[in-house]
């Protein structure tokens, strides 16, 4: 054992390249969902080797062999429905949705695998193996997302539920504006976002968040008038102001400065994280 020591001490000291021993893994996920890690050991001449995914339940960690390495960087990946850790990176790997024991390629990907950002964790010498450990929080993603993490709706596997986007673009000629709500927590109330200005041929994020019924709502109006029949659902809205971050329930009485608009429905399918949805209209003030 002594020897065995003294002979990789040499090694280091010599400047050489550190020798091949098994590579252990301790990924610990403190999220309220489950989160799946890529790894890629380095394996020696600036390559590395990537296994995944590893699955780790809330408030858990997962620890085993992924197989012989070296010392140096190994490259991190984490995620759970919309949330990635890192968020981004100047380094991006290719990720697959399945299975990974392969060598690790860098972007571009070709199709059916994509980019993911990386984080480089230093590997830990132990003597007789490496160290490979990588913690995820909810506060280490960017502050908006961090506060959905933390909320902790889950899809049905036990992932975070997709982040989702509703999208509205105006196809016509007059300006238009667009208002966007969606599941505030507490049931039957809703979010409101801010009106968002649409020129002619633009198009504009109106709402983005989570919601267990893959349901959003948006208003679209004209100097104050919508043509459109959409009246799945009614919010009280300020007259004036921004609404951003007000909470209303859907049918509520309508306190003084606000008004009841109707608004429409947007149904997310299973899986899909933006809708876009068009509207014109053809009439000039």
């Known amino acids: 054992m002594f020897a065995a020591f003294f002979a990789h001490f040499a090694l280091v000291a010599a400047g050489q390249a550190s020798p091949p021993m098994p590579t252990v893994v301790n990924l610990c996920n403190e999220t309220p969902a489950t989160v799946a890690f890529m790894v890629a050991r380095p394996t020696g001449r600036g390559l590395h080797t990537q296994r995944g995914w590893f699955n780790v339940a809330p408030g858990e960690c997962l620890a085993g062999g992924i197989g012989d390495g070296r010392g140096g960087e190994a490259l991190v990946h984490a995620r759970s429905g919309s949330f990635s850790w890192p968020s981004q990176s100047a380094i991006q790997h290719c990720v697959s949705e399945g299975g990974?024991?392969?060598?690790?390629?860098?972007?571009?990907?070709?199709?059916?695998?994509?980019?993911?950002?990386?984080?480089?964790?230093?590997?830990?010498?132990?003597?007789?193996?490496?160290?490979?450990?990588?913690?995820?929080?909810?506060?280490?993603?960017?502050?908006?997302?961090?506060?959905?993490?933390?909320?902790?709706?889950?899809?049905?596997?036990?992932?975070?539920?997709?982040?989702?986007?509703?999208?509205?673009?105006?196809?016509?000629?007059?300006?238009?504006?667009?208002?966007?709500?969606?599941?505030?927590?507490?049931?039957?109330?809703?979010?409101?976002?801010?009106?968002?200005?649409?020129?002619?041929?633009?198009?504009?994020?109106?709402?983005?968040?989570?919601?267990r019924a893959r349901v959003a709502y948006v208003r679209v109006e004209s100097a104050g008038e919508s043509p459109w029949a959409d009246d799945d659902a009614r919010f009280c809205v300020p007259e004036s102001g921004e609404p951003e971050g007000r909470r209303v329930a859907d049918s509520a009485a309508c306190g003084p400065g606000e008004r009841l608009l109707a608004f429409r429905a947007v149904n997310f399918g299973p899986g899909v994280s933006k809708f876009t949805a068009d509207y014109s209209i053809n009439w000039t003030r």
């Open 100 to 211: 990974m024991d392969r060598m690790a390629r860098s972007a571009p990907c070709a199709e059916p695998e994509r980019a993911a950002p990386v984080r480089e964790v230093r590997v830990e010498d132990r003597r007789s193996s490496y160290l490979i450990e990588h913690t995820v929080r909810c506060r280490d993603l960017p502050a908006d997302e961090a506060v959905m993490c933390e909320a902790g709706q889950r899809e049905r596997d036990g992932f975070a539920a997709l982040v989702r986007t509703l999208e509205v673009c105006n196809t016509g000629p007059t300006p238009l504006r667009a208002l966007g709500a969606g599941e505030a927590g507490a049931p039957g109330s809703v979010a409101l976002s801010r009106w968002a200005a649409l020129e002619p041929e633009s198009c504009a994020p109106v709402w983005r968040g989570q919601t």
